[in-house]
Structures are given as structure tokens and as C-alpha cells.
């Protein structure tokens, strides 16, 4: 009896130690508000790790965008595979209209594996809201 409970006190110590040693990293998701973004962004306005994804559809993002921002439509059937076909180690600010398609792009990057990824709360709308500016097509004259 003795050496059962030594034995499965040794397992547990193993087990233990190996869990302590090599924990799960989980992402870092967040929903932040749009001074939050704009803070984010300048603390990696030089960087080439951190990506402005914008996950509205092709219309919507021609409508107007945020600088600097790659398109990748939530709505497109092969969206995952897009989105998995990213770097996990990068940095993300995800947006999209209102903050709901984003937040819902979120939970699949997590899925995925990727490290760091933020939500813009309100989307593009709030962005507008406050008067930051957005990249529009220019109008024809």
C-alpha cells in the first residue's frame, strides 16, 4: 500500500513539474476601446509584427478603411484558412463595422493559436465617431 501511494505521489510530482515547466501560453485577446487602439498603434507604428486586419466585406473596406489596414472579409467561406495562413506571433487590431464580426474573428484566431489580438469596440463607427480620419476613396471631380 505504502509504495502505491509513493509511486502515484512520484507520478504527480512529474506530471506536476512538466505542466509548471511548459505552461499553455493562451492569447491574449482584449476588447479595447478606440483611444486604447490609437495607443496601440503608435507603440507600433515602426514595427513590421504588429497588422491592422480589417474583416468587413471588399465594399465596406473600399467605402473607407483604417490606415494602413489589410483586408481579409469574415464573410468569405475560406475566411479561416485565411486567417490561419498568419503569423500567430504577430500583433493584431482586429475591426470591423460596429465590433461584432471582429470580436467573432477573435474567438477563431484564439482557436488557432495566435498570441496577441485586440478588438476595436464600436468598429469603424466608433473610430468615425470620435474624428479620426479614414482612408476614402478619392472623390472623382
Given at each position: 500500500?505504502?509504495?502505491?501511494?509513493?509511486?502515484?505521489?512520484?507520478?504527480?510530482?512529474?506530471?506536476?513539474?512538466?505542466v509548471?515547466?511548459?505552461?499553455?501560453?493562451?492569447?491574449?485577446?482584449?476588447?479595447?476601446?478606440?483611444?486604447?487602439?490609437?495607443?496601440?498603434?503608435?507603440?507600433?507604428?515602426?514595427?513590421?509584427?504588429?497588422?491592422?486586419?480589417?474583416v468587413?466585406?471588399?465594399?465596406?473596406?473600399?467605402?473607407?478603411?483604417?490606415?494602413?489596414?489589410?483586408?481579409?472579409?469574415?464573410?468569405?467561406?475560406?475566411?479561416r484558412?485565411?486567417?490561419?495562413?498568419?503569423?500567430?506571433?504577430?500583433?493584431?487590431?482586429?475591426?470591423?463595422?460596429?465590433?461584432?464580426r471582429?470580436?467573432?474573428?477573435?474567438?477563431?484566431?484564439?482557436?488557432?493559436?495566435?498570441?496577441?489580438?485586440?478588438?476595436?469596440?464600436?468598429?469603424?463607427?466608433?473610430?468615425?465617431?470620435?474624428?479620426?480620419?479614414?482612408?476614402?476613396?478619392?472623390?472623382?471631380?
Amino acid at each position: 500500500m505504502k509504495k502505491t501511494i509513493v509511486f502515484f505521489l512520484g507520478i504527480l510530482l512529474v506530471v506536476g513539474a512538466a505542466v509548471l515547466s511548459n505552461p499553455q501560453e493562451e492569447t491574449k485577446k482584449v476588447d479595447i476601446n478606440v483611444f486604447e487602439a490609437l495607443e496601440l498603434i503608435e507603440q507600433y507604428e515602426e514595427s513590421e509584427i504588429f497588422i491592422l486586419l480589417d474583416v468587413r466585406t471588399p465594399a465596406e473596406f473600399k467605402a473607407g478603411h483604417l490606415e494602413g489596414a489589410i483586408k481579409l472579409d469574415f464573410y468569405d467561406p475560406e475566411f479561416r484558412e485565411k486567417l490561419a495562413e498568419l503569423d500567430r506571433d504577430f500583433v493584431y487590431l482586429v475591426y470591423c463595422r460596429s465590433g461584432n464580426r471582429s470580436a467573432s474573428a477573435l474567438r477563431i484566431m484564439e482557436e488557432l493559436g495566435f498570441n496577441e489580438a485586440y478588438n476595436l469596440l464600436g468598429g469603424i463607427i466608433a473610430w468615425e465617431a470620435e474624428g479620426l480620419e479614414i482612408v476614402k476613396p478619392e472623390e472623382s471631380e
